[in-house]
């Protein structure tokens, strides 16, 4: 039982690249998440998929797009990369009011 | 302003000491209280829930709600090194937890 996994651990970007974050969980949960996590800002939600099929924007969305595959993965993905997308990322899952969390992919965009 | 304002600390403190965090909020619709501990380069981890207002205990660990004053205490009683973390207080005013609202977290170091 591996929980949430996410690859990669890191990765450099230029400026103008995309990449995608992958996510995956075995918990059989409905409910997935990606946040970033920047110094002094706390865990900021991108977006969320509350079950399969479905996705909803969080408090800070722009510039990323997500795509819930089935009810184990949700993936992140940066269209055209901006050195304000350097942060940590973690995704999440949960089926009730606990959140588990992913080890993070750390993210530098120059 | 935040809707959620934590003090990001560092907060250094002894071996055996007890230790106080706080979260202020100004939403009050709020009525689901967390706090996760975050050890360094790891994903955060659930370690107290509440709901409304009142106390919770887990061994050494009590979290306290004041919805009069929108406000969140995490205690830790008996100061552990292993205690070493980075602290973040979540709420929401939903059971459904997709918009969970953290605190810039707190990181605390437990000295030997």
């Known amino acids: 039982n591996a929980g949430v996994t996410q690859t990669p651990k890191f990765q450099v970007l230029k400026t103008g690249q995309s990449m995608t974050l992958q996510c995956a969980q075995d918990m059989n949960h409905n409910s997935m998440y990606w946040y970033r996590q920047d110094p002094g800002m706390g865990l900021r939600l991108i977006y969320y998929s509350a079950s399969e099929g479905t996705t909803d924007k969080g408090e800070v969305p722009n510039g990323y797009n997500v795509s819930r595959l089935n009810k184990r993965e949700f993936s992140l993905r940066l269209e055209s990369a901006a050195p304000s997308q350097t942060s940590v990322y973690f995704c999440?899952?949960?089926?009730?009011?606990?959140?588990?969390f992913g080890p993070g992919t750390r993210l530098t965009v120059t | 302003q935040k809707e959620v304002e934590q003090d990001p600390g560092p907060l250094s403190v002894p071996e055996g000491a007890i230790v106080s965090l706080n979260c202020t909020y100004s939403n009050s619709a709020f009525q689901y209280f967390m706090w996760y501990r975050q050890y360094s380069r790891k994903g955060p981890e659930l370690l107290m829930y509440?709901?409304?207002?009142g106390n919770k205990e887990d061994g050494r660990f009590t979290a306290q709600v004041d919805k009069s004053s929108k406000y969140i205490s995490l205690f830790i009683r008996d100061s552990q090194p292993s205690d070493s973390a980075t602290y973040l207080c979540a709420m929401s005013a939903s059971s459904n937890t997709g918009k969970l609202i953290f605190g810039q977290g707190t990181t605390l170091q437990v000295k030997p």
């Open positions: 999440a899952s949960s089926a009730g009011y606990e959140q588990y």
């Open positions: 509440t709901y409304s207002s």
